[in-house]
């Protein structure tokens, strides 16, 4: 299996319902350094997994959406429940919309919450980009 992979980060405010999360119920920021991966078992044409290029520029495209933001107000969180957790498997089905790749490819999006402690959501992409030039390795 090859796998190529890029990486970002994002800062973001939360806060995190029910006792469980003590002091992080209260409102607070979170950097997060965020990983993609993709796996494919075989190399396209022009002998990668995809471009580094295209996956760096997909990736912080989905980011953006996310930087700077209280993810209590984005809509694509439920208040309260924007866990690390949650917040990589969003990532990975925003990304996996967006990357010119074919259904099945393997994705692996790690949010690293500190040196040492992350989050992972790894499956396939679902859906195929519906983008022009959703062909392999194009951008």
């Known amino acids: 299996?090859?796998?190529?992979g890029v990486r970002d980060h994002i800062m973001v405010a939360?806060?995190?319902d029910g006792d469980f999360f003590g002091?992080?119920?209260?409102?607070?920021?979170?950097?997060?350094?965020?990983?993609?991966?993709?796996?494919q078992e075989e190399l396209d044409e022009h002998g990668v997994v995809c471009d580094i290029g295209m996956l760096r520029?997909?990736?912080?495209?989905?980011?953006?959406?996310?930087?700077?933001?209280n993810l209590?107000?984005?809509p694509g969180f439920t208040p309260g429940k924007s866990t690390t957790e949650v917040i990589a498997r969003y990532i990975h089905r925003e990304l996996g919309h967006v990357l010119p790749l074919r259904a099945g490819t393997m994705l692996t999006v790690v949010l690293d919450e500190s040196p040492n402690a992350w989050?992972?959501?790894?499956?396939?992409?679902?859906?195929?980009?519906?983008?022009?030039?959703?062909?392999?390795?194009?951008?």
């Not at 299996?1 to 190529?4: A, I, L, N, P």
């Open 1 to 4: 299996m090859y796998t190529v």
């Open 14 to 16: 939360h806060r995190l």
């Open 23 to 39: 002091p992080a119920q209260r409102m607070h920021g979170a950097t997060y350094v965020v990983s993609a991966e993709v796996e």
């Open 57 to 69: 520029a997909k990736l912080r495209g989905v980011l953006e959406q996310l930087d700077y933001r």
């Open 72 to 74: 209590d107000e984005h």
């Open 119 to 139: 989050a992972k959501y790894r499956g396939p992409i679902r859906h195929a980009s519906t983008m022009p030039g959703a062909e392999i390795g194009v951008a």
